[in-house]
């Protein structure tokens, strides 16, 4: 109730002073009770071009996190529509740059705004199982990423992420209801790389989703064995 009393008192301000106060309260009353530990925050530091960020999925708190991390590649997070229906969830949207997304939709209006951040030579993060999962090992991947790489063209880079499902678990009660406990969190961020050119004996679907199968195994390469899901190795 507080939360999202507090979040509607936020999200009633101006747009800029709305940004900085929820950009002020996740940094001094929420990352403070983590312990966050980065490993690779360089790999992709020489990288010519836009870049597009690929991580597993464990909480609400995945994207602020993140936000604050790459922070040297000032990233714009696709965020599902979903987060901005309620006042604690739009405290997150005023804090981080979002483009929106409706998920499992033909969105193209979304897939445009994508598109052109990246042409521009901005930078993307994607959550490609588009959920959080529930039981912390990763989910089958949607079909966006593949989508997404293929239009822009861009570099990516995998991340992988463990700890933010204890640090804010879902509440499946309600978003607003989900709670910060003090616990590490670990980040390590892999190798750039691209998708590989399509073999002659692969048809379009067969390509499509051995590409994103070869991009999620990449996250799980970074993973403890026990969030890897399905794309254990």
Request: aromatic share 6%; glycine share 8%.
């Amino acid at each position: 109730m507080v939360k999202d009393i507090i979040g509607k008192i936020v999200t009633m301000l101006p747009k800029s002073v709305g940004e900085k106060v929820a950009r002020f309260m996740l940094k001094n009353f929420i990352l403070n009770k983590a312990n966050i530990k980065v490993e690779g925050i360089d790999t992709a530091k020489n990288v010519s071009g836009p870049i597009i960020f690929i991580c597993n999925h464990l909480s609400n708190a995945d994207g602020p996190v993140l936000s604050g991390v790459l922070e040297p590649y000032d990233p714009t997070f696709v965020a599902g529509v979903k987060l901005s229906q309620n006042n604690f969830t739009k405290l997150g949207i005023l804090a981080v740059k979002t483009t929106p997304i409706k998920p499992d939709t033909a969105d193209k209006v979304g897939l445009s705004n994508i598109v052109s951040i990246a042409k521009k030579g901005g930078n993307i993060v994607i959550f490609p199982e588009g959920t959080r999962s529930r039981n912390g090992k990763m989910i089958k991947a949607k079909k966006g990423l593949y989508l997404i790489a293929k239009l822009t063209k861009a570099t990516i880079v995998p991340i992988g992420m463990w700890g933010t499902e204890k640090f804010m678990p879902i509440n499946d009660n309600g978003m607003e209801k989900e709670k910060v406990n003090r616990t590490d969190i670990h980040i390590k961020i892999g190798e750039p790389f691209t998708l590989r050119p399509r073999a002659a004996e692969e048809d379009k679907k067969q390509y499509e989703e051995a590409v994103v199968e070869e991009a999620m195994t990449k996250i799980a390469e970074l993973l403890p064995e026990e969030y890897r899901g399905e794309y254990s190795i």
